[in-house]
T-cell receptor, first 115, second 113 residues
Framework: AQSVAQPEDQVNVAEGNPLTVKCTYS??????LFWYVQYPNRGLQFLLK??????LVKGSYGFEAEFNKSQTSFHLKKPSALVSDSALYFC?????????????FGTGTQLKVEL | GAVVSQHPSRVICKSGTSVKIECRSL??????MFWYRQFPKQSLMLMAT?????????EQGVEKDKFLINHASLTLSTLTVTSAHPEDSSFYIC?????????FGSGTQLSVL
């Protein structure tokens, strides 16, 4: 069975500072990893994904994530946070071996960027 | 623009009534659609997976007679909450998958009075 852990319920960052939202995963085979952002009362918006290749993945709105196989992590990062980045962030994993597009989501991390 | 359209975005209904939520893929054929439920400040919980033309597969603990899913075409899936009760109040999100694509709808906030 596949699973995702987001250890932090909330992350607070000052605008202009770098931010990191943590994610670790567990799958039986090779993972497909995703980050989504959700604004209040809205659906999920895709940020980025890792399937294969370069461990550093660049996505929308200046976000990036680094795939670390030995640590089974896929932390989301941004060099300089904006107040508008404040939202709920979800990490998700899909087990390649399992087939299909069934995603398992983490519990989400609320990012709050303050002036 | 949005590639998955979910409608309505918000619905308020009386207890005992049924509510239908539509999920449409706009520019690709969705062979599989997923329905999620999200409680405030919680993660998305997969309710069911539906493949076009066949019966939906429900996750453990989800009542199939309560949450009716129809996926009759490659561009449309519907979720009907039958005889809704206040405990069914939640945010429902669909996801459409096909042609190597996966997109989410914008969600439906259901409030049952």
């Amino acid at each position: 069975a596949q699973s995702v852990a987001q250890p932090e319920d909330q992350v607070n960052v000052a605008e202009g500072n770098p931010l990191t939202v943590k994610c670790t995963y567990s799958v039986s085979g090779n993972p497909y990893l995703f980050w989504y952002v959700q604004y209040p009362n809205r659906g999920l918006q895709f940020l980025l994904k890792y399937i294969t290749g370069d461990n550093l993945v660049k996505g929308s709105y200046g976000f990036e994530a680094e795939f670390n196989k030995s640590q089974t992590s896929f932390h989301l990062k941004k060099p300089s946070a904006l107040v508008s980045d404040s939202a709920l962030y979800f990490c998700a994993v899909r087990d390649v071996a399992g087939g299909g597009n069934k995603l398992t989501f983490g519990t989400g991390t609320q990012l709050k960027v303050e002036l | 623009g949005a590639v998955v359209s979910q409608h309505p975005s918000r619905v308020i209904c009386k207890s005992g009534t049924s509510v239908k939520i539509e999920c449409r893929s706009l520019d690709f054929q969705a062979t599989t659609m997923f329905w999620y439920r999200q409680f405030p400040k919680q993660s998305l919980m997969l309710m069911a997976t539906s493949n076009e033309g066949s019966k939906a597969t429900y996750e453990q603990g989800v009542e199939k007679d309560k949450f009716l899913i129809n996926h009759a075409s490659l561009t449309l899936s519907t979720l009907t909450v039958t005889s809704a009760h206040p405990e069914d109040s939640s945010f429902y999100i669909c996801s459409a998958s096909g042609e190597e694509k996966l997109f989410f709808g914008s969600g439906t906030q259901l409030s049952v009075l």
